[in-house]
Every structure is written in structure tokens, then in C-alpha cells.
């Protein structure tokens, strides 16, 4: 009796993993053939919006009202570097790209492209080759060939800058603690020890080395360890004025801003924006003469590269015109003050402890929360409620609401807080 009950036992168990075999084996059959269809795929021309027009008339009606006479830009390269007020820059092309319906070519499971890695099209989230996107603007390092075939050929390649001193003050304050090399730095002030002697701790190979030096360099995909007077380095700043129709400069945001306005043919509703990812002050540590020429040497390539681009944004303003510049400055901060009265409660950022709601709390560093925030006003008037809760979205958060599925970055930020 229990002989023929154990035989009875084991035949069903073995027809039971019969079952789950076959069932898994059709499972992947069934996924086999749902991805390769036989649909004839568009051209990238077709798929690709180009323009505004196609879908909504009233944009072009508005543009043609003011004194220019363009239709707004729609495909776009934000070459997003490091600690430089892009999130910011970020924000406004999240809101255009959704206000019209673009094509983010938006990372996969995190919120870059496989940063340090060179940026490769297969790290774009659901890309098929010639797929054709509108707008890529999250961290990566840069490969211009890469990027080429994502974007349709008329794309506005634009990024920005900042002095490289303050750039490489605030990166060595975000990304210490995963410099493993830092770890080393004894004395109260870590930065000044290792500016007075970098090549103590530095080495090119050491684990996220390339934080502490000459970061944009870097992140343009370009070899950020060239010592003071390399040629390679004015080599590496001709080919970038080759490939960037618009380079920004952090320390003149709202001209950039009204540059960028111009270019992309965009009205100034599109660039009202609130800083983001902006540093608490009493965290940022004044390099005093002697440090800064010191952190100048260090970043020399950056430094350089700073240079030329400033002296080109100014020629940019020149011939836009001073006073008009002027005007439009003036403009910008006149709107930009409306809205952070209208949506802003207190109309300031406050630290990260104060920042009631988690959708509006923004990504902090390792061991610290020196990252200030906003809190939305309660009071505030329907209209603009979705307006003011997009402006005030940080990065993280907007990603996972155009789709991105965050779970390396939500796993990492995790042990971050909990236990690191
Ligand atoms: C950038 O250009 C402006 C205008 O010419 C100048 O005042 C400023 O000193 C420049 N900055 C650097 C760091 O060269």
C-alpha cells in the first residue's frame, strides 16, 4: 500500500517537472518569436518627430507672434557633465520633451549610461538599431559616433561648463567616500592636504580616480590624465567646438539659458526653471588664492578647456546683442520669481531634512545630506499645480515618471542611507 503511494508520489513529481519543463520551454519559444517581428519597421526618418508642427499647431502660432520667425528645435544632445548645474538644464528638457511628446533615448535600470563606461547605444533602454530618439540628456561619458546614430542628423548638440576649480572643489566634496584612494588623506582638511601633494595619493589607475581630475575632460570621453602644456589638450577642445553647437557656462546660467532659448528656438516659458541639485553654502569650502592656483594645475586640461569655451560664450553673447541680453536676463528673473512665488512654500530651498514629501527629495551624497530641496506650497492654485510639481521634481524621481525602472539606483542609494 504505502509502496504503490511512494510510486504514485514520484511519478507525479516527475510529471510535474515534465509540465514545468515544457511550460518553460514554450515560454521561451513564445518570447523567441514576440521579438523578432515581421513588421516592416519605419525608416528613422519617419519614425522620428522633426518638428513641432506635425502634431501641434498652436506652438508654431505662438512662436510666429513673438519677433522670431522659427519653429522649435525638438532634437536634442544635453551632454550632461558632472557638477555643473545640469540637473537643472535636465529638468527643463524632461518638461519639453513630455509638453511635446519627444522621444527620451532614456538609460535602463539606472539613472546613466553605464557611467565611466563610454556611452554604447545598446545601453539605451529598449533601443533596436536605427531607432530614432529626439532627445538623449543623462550622464554619460561621451562617443560622438555613438550618439550619432540615435539622434537624426539636424540634432542641436549642446553642453556646459563650469570653472574647473569650484567644479573639482564640489566633486571632491560629492564623490570622496567612493575614491578609494582618499581614504588614505589623514588631516582636517582632506582637500587642501591632497592639492598640496596629489601625486602622494593619485595614480591614474586607482578605482574612480578620474572624480579628482580634470573630470570634464573625462566625461567628454577624453583622456583627463594629460599633463600642463600636452598638445593633446587644445587637440581635444578643437574637436569638441567641432562636435557642440552650444557650449553653457554655469557661472552665466541665465544667458546661457536665454542662448540656448535662441538656438533651440524655444519660448521663455520652456527654460523658467528652479535650481536644482544645488549645495547647502555653508558646505562649500572657499579655496583661498594659493589652493585655487593649486587646483588649477591639477585640472589643467579642464582649465584649458574652461577657457576657450568662455571666451567663445561671450563672443556668442556679443552677437546676440548686450542690451538684449540684458533685457532677456531681466525677463527670465522676473518670470522665474513668479513661479517660485507661486509654487515654492517660503519661496526657498530648504535642507533635505525639511523637505516634507520624498517625491521632491533630492539625491544626496555618500554619508551626508548637504543637498537642498524644495517644498511644494499647499495653497496653491490649481493651474499651476502639474507646472510647479514638474519644475520641483528632482532627476531620480522624473525618471522613473518618464518609464526608467530604477532599481540599481534605488538598490545603491539604499545601502547608501541604510548602510554605508
Ligand atoms: C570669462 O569671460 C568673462 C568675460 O570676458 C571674463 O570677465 C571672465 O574673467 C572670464 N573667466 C575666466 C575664468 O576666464
Request: a positive charge; glycine letters at 0%.
Given at each position: 500500500m504505502s509502496g504503490s503511494k511512494g510510486f504514485n508520489c514520484a511519478a507525479a513529481v516527475r510529471g510535474l517537472i515534465l509540465w514545468v519543463l515544457i511550460a518553460n520551454i514554450m515560454l521561451v519559444l513564445y518570447c523567441l518569436t514576440a521579438t523578432s517581428p515581421v513588421i516592416i519597421r519605419p525608416t528613422q526618418e519617419e519614425m522620428c518627430r522633426l518638428s513641432i508642427e506635425q502634431t501641434s499647431p498652436n506652438v508654431l502660432t505662438e512662436i510666429s507672434n513673438s519677433e522670431q520667425k522659427c519653429s522649435p528645435k525638438v532634437n536634442i544632445m544635453f551632454m550632461k557633465t558632472h557638477k555643473t548645474a545640469s540637473s537643472t538644464i535636465l529638468n527643463i528638457l524632461f518638461r519639453f520633451g513630455e509638453k511635446h511628446q519627444l522621444k527620451f533615448a532614456l538609460p535602463d535600470?539606472?539613472?546613466?549610461?553605464?557611467?565611466?563606461?563610454p556611452f554604447l547605444?545598446?545601453?539605451?533602454?529598449d533601443y533596436r538599431p536605427g531607432e530614432c530618439f529626439n532627445i538623449v540628456c543623462n550622464h554619460m561619458r561621451f562617443n560622438y559616433e555613438e550618439v550619432t546614430k540615435l539622434l537624426p542628423s539636424d540634432a542641436v548638440y549642446v553642453t556646459i561648463l563650469r570653472d574647473p576649480v569650484d567644479l573639482f572643489e564640489s566633486a571632491f566634496h560629492y564623490y570622496h567616500r567612493t575614491v578609494p584612494f582618499t581614504w588614505r588623506i589623514r588631516g582636517e582638511n582632506k582637500l587642501t592636504e591632497f592639492l598640496n601633494n596629489p601625486k602622494a595619493f593619485y595614480s591614474p589607475e586607482a578605482f574612480n580616480s578620474f572624480y579628482l581630475k580634470n573630470l570634464l575632460f573625462f566625461d567628454f570621453g577624453l583622456d583627463n590624465n594629460l599633463e600642463v602644456n600636452d598638445p593633446r589638450v587644445m587637440e581635444g577642445i578643437r574637436y569638441l567646438s567641432k562636435r557642440f553647437q552650444l557650449v553653457l557656462i554655469a557661472e552665466y546660467f541665465e544667458e546661457s539659458l536665454i542662448l540656448l532659448k535662441d538656438l533651440l528656438c524655444w519660448s521663455m516659458e520652456d527654460i523658467l526653471y528652479f535650481k536644482l541639485n544645488?549645495?547647502?553654502?555653508?558646505?562649500v569650502s572657499r579655496l583661498d588664492p594659493e589652493m585655487r592656483a593649486k587646483a588649477l594645475q591639477w585640472n589643467w586640461a579642464d582649465w584649458k578647456l574652461y577657457e576657450h569655451f568662455n571666451v567663445t560664450f561671450w563672443e556668442r553673447v556679443e552677437a546676440y546683442g548686450r542690451q538684449r541680453m540684458e533685457q532677456e536676463v531681466n525677463e527670465l528673473r522676473r518670470r522665474n520669481a513668479e513661479m517660485s512665488a507661486n509654487c515654492i512654500e517660503g519661496g526657498n530651498a530648504v535642507e533635505a531634512q525639511k523637505i516634507k514629501d520624498t517625491h521632491f527629495q533630492p539625491w544626496q551624497p555618500i554619508g551626508e545630506k548637504s543637498i537642498m530641496g524644495y517644498n511644494l506650497r499647499k495653497d496653491i492654485d490649481p493651474k499651476s499645480s502639474t507646472i510647479c510639481e514638474k519644475m520641483l521634481t528632482p532627476e531620480i524621481q522624473y525618471l522613473s515618471e518618464l518609464g526608467v525602472n530604477l532599481w540599481v539606483t534605488r538598490l545603491w542609494g539604499w545601502l547608501k542611507d541604510y548602510i554605508l
Open positions: 535600470r539606472r539613472n546613466d549610461f553605464c557611467y565611466p563606461q547605444c545598446s545601453q539605451v533602454k544645488a549645495r547647502r553654502t555653508s558646505s
